[in-house]
DNA sequence: AATAGATTACTACATTTGTAGTACTAAAAC
DNA sequence: GTTTTAGTACTACAAATGTAGTAATCTATT
């Protein structure tokens, strides 16, 4: 399966799914905030999603009970290798440093962040 | 002006612009690859860029200046920190975690983000 | 058993996006 | 000056997306 870029309602039913692991149309529609959109909406962007394979279903009865075929993981780390690799010349290093002025971390995010590398940098060595 | 997500082909034309900082028409079409849309097809996309406020433009005679009027460093903040927000409930420690570990850095660039951060400590601390 | 609610399938339309043609005219090349 | 090329405005259509209605039927409630 290729996977592309999620529009902006499908992310937001996978976020839901990603959550409920798995769920039936009433818990999936229960998600969204006031004012929801239309029960109808809904099931055709799920309808949708599933024939682009992105969300799958096991048939119980009349309804189906919905769960991600796209994995959070997946997505997620391709979309973070997609902004590295467009936006920041494939330069991770480049990318970190934005990251931790952008997001303004605090001492003790930074000092997490630090002790976190350092302990990677432990295992690189070790591997070696 | 609300900042909304780019599409695929709006993201495309941007990151040109954002590279060539300002252009004419003939320089934004040069940086598309092999096979290029047609001329008509990439005037179109930039004509509603510049609609949306996303492109601005310099009359210069017939033929227009291009320019981008969305910042890089504006969007790719905003982003990364929509990310952060939506698949790491906000957590900037959990998403440096799957960062470091999903990009797989290398030991130099382990140290490289070691040493970064540790400067950045430093100046929180002076800054105190 | 009857009624109300829930869910799917089907359908439909508006808007957005992707793509590119034609006409006109300015600018460049000869 | 003429011809060719480039660029804009206008236009148009297909596909994708956003939204939601109706009908049929299963499930839950009474």
Redo the contacts with the bound molecule.
């Keep these: 399966m290729e996977l592309k870029q999620l529009?902006?309602?499908?992310l937001q039913i996978m976020e839901y799914l990603w959550k409920l692991e798995k769920g039936?149309?009433?818990e999936i529609?229960s998600q969204f905030p006031e004012p929801k959109?239309?029960?109808?909406?809904i099931?055709?962007?799920i309808?949708?999603m599933c024939a682009k394979d992105y969300v799958g279903f096991e048939k119980l009865?009349?309804?189906?009970h919905y769960y991600p075929i796209l994995k959070k993981n997946t997505y997620f780390s391709s979309q973070l290798k997609s902004m590295i690799s467009h936006f920041f010349n494939d330069s991770t290093t480049q990318f970190a440093s934005f990251f931790t002025k952008e997001t303004d971390l605090t001492l003790d995010e930074l000092e997490a962040l630090q002790k976190m590398v350092g302990q990677q940098i432990k295992d690189k060595n070790t591997v070696k």
Tied chains: 1, 2.
Aim: glycine letters at 4%; zero cysteines; a positive charge.
């Design positions: 529009n902006k309602s499908e039936f149309m009433k529609v959109p239309a029960y109808t909406t099931s055709t962007l309808t949708r009865g009349r309804d189906k």
